[in-house]
């Protein structure tokens, strides 16, 4: 049986396609004869990248021998300088090491840099003589005269004197320590008992025997004066100590 032929109902028409974005403000780039606008950036082969970092290495090496020529003419300058400063010494102290640093915390760095310089010194068991500037401020003028410093600010601790000698201060040990040099400058002083001092457990100052640290002082003929024994905290130096100055 034949089947007869129907007319579609789908109708044709000549117009041309619509979009179905309702936006055309990038159309001008898809139409664009610019081949620059839909062309990807290149990238370096890897042997191109290598050749630019071998070159860069090899620019920057050809400026070493100038450069550790440089830091040896410093150091010899540095070397020939510290010869022709003239040494710091502490008459008296040729027997034992003077430090001065402090025990207040108020500057963090500073605390820990004297506390690890105290700790360095205290193993070699030798005499020390331990200068607290916060204990009495008759140290403070002292080191300063000693080193020739005007201004207070710019007074650093720890200051370290070994035989009488200027060492200097926390970095100047602790390289001395490293090095084993330190332990030469220690062979040269005599040995330390053990122990701490009875009078003053260590501490290296007492109450004033004349004032009882109260800093005034009674006379019937002039009433109450001050103490010119003691510091300004009413105390004096331990004298059995090896903490006392010699």
């Given at each position: 049986?034949?089947?007869?032929?129907?007319?579609?109902?789908?109708?044709?028409?000549?117009?041309?396609?619509?979009?179905?974005?309702?936006?055309?403000?990038?159309?001008?780039?898809?139409?664009?004869?610019?081949?620059?606008?839909?062309?990807?950036?290149?990238?370096?082969?890897?042997?191109?990248?290598?050749?630019?970092?071998?070159?860069?290495?090899?620019?920057?090496?050809?400026?070493?021998?100038?450069?550790?020529?440089?830091a040896?003419?410093?150091?010899?300058?540095?070397?020939?300088?510290?010869?022709?400063?003239?040494?710091?010494?502490?008459?008296?102290?040729?027997?034992?090491?003077?430090?001065?640093?402090?025990?207040?915390?108020?500057?963090?760095?500073?605390?820990?840099?004297?506390?690890?310089?105290?700790?360095?010194?205290?193993?070699?068991?030798?005499?020390?003589?331990?200068?607290?500037?916060?204990?009495?401020?008759?140290?403070?003028?002292e080191?300063?005269?000693?080193?020739?410093?005007?201004?207070?600010?710019?007074?650093?601790?720890p200051?370290?004197?070994?035989?009488?000698?200027?060492?200097?201060?926390?970095e100047?040990?602790?390289?001395?320590?490293?090095?084993?040099?330190?332990?030469?400058?220690?062979?040269?002083?005599?040995?330390?008992?053990?122990?701490?001092?009875?009078?003053?457990?260590?501490?290296?100052?007492?109450?004033?025997?004349?004032?009882?640290?109260?800093?005034?002082?009674?006379?019937?003929?002039?009433?109450?004066r001050?103490?010119?024994?003691?510091?300004?905290?009413?105390?004096?130096r331990?004298?059995?100590?090896?903490?006392?100055p010699?």
């Amino acid at each position: 049986m034949l089947l007869g032929r129907t007319k579609s109902r789908v109708r044709f028409h000549d117009a041309p396609p619509k979009f179905a974005c309702s936006s055309f403000k990038d159309i001008h780039i898809l139409l664009s004869d610019d081949d620059d606008t839909l062309a990807t950036p290149r990238r370096l082969s890897i042997c191109h990248r290598t050749r630019s970092s071998v070159k860069s290495l090899i620019r920057s090496l050809s400026h070493l021998p100038s450069f550790l020529e440089n830091a040896a003419a410093a150091a010899v300058a540095a070397e020939e300088e510290e010869e022709l400063r003239p040494e710091i010494r502490i008459p008296g102290a040729e027997a034992t090491i003077v430090i001065y640093f402090t025990s207040l915390r108020v500057v963090r760095s500073t605390f820990e840099d004297c506390k690890a310089v105290r700790t360095i010194l205290r193993a070699f068991r030798v005499p020390i003589d331990e200068r607290d500037l916060s204990m009495d401020g008759r140290f403070t003028e002292e080191l300063l005269e000693i080193l020739g410093i005007t201004e207070k600010s710019k007074l650093m601790l720890p200051r370290v004197f070994i035989g009488g000698r200027y060492i200097g201060g926390a970095e100047e040990v602790r390289c001395l320590h490293e090095t084993g040099e330190l332990k030469k400058y220690m062979e040269r002083l005599p040995r330390a008992a053990l122990g701490t001092c009875d009078t003053c457990g260590g501490y290296g100052f007492i109450l004033c025997i004349d004032c009882d640290g109260s800093r005034k002082c009674y006379n019937e003929k002039a009433g109450f004066r001050c103490c010119t024994l003691c510091n300004e905290n009413g105390l004096i130096r331990c004298p059995s100590c090896s903490s006392a100055p010699l």
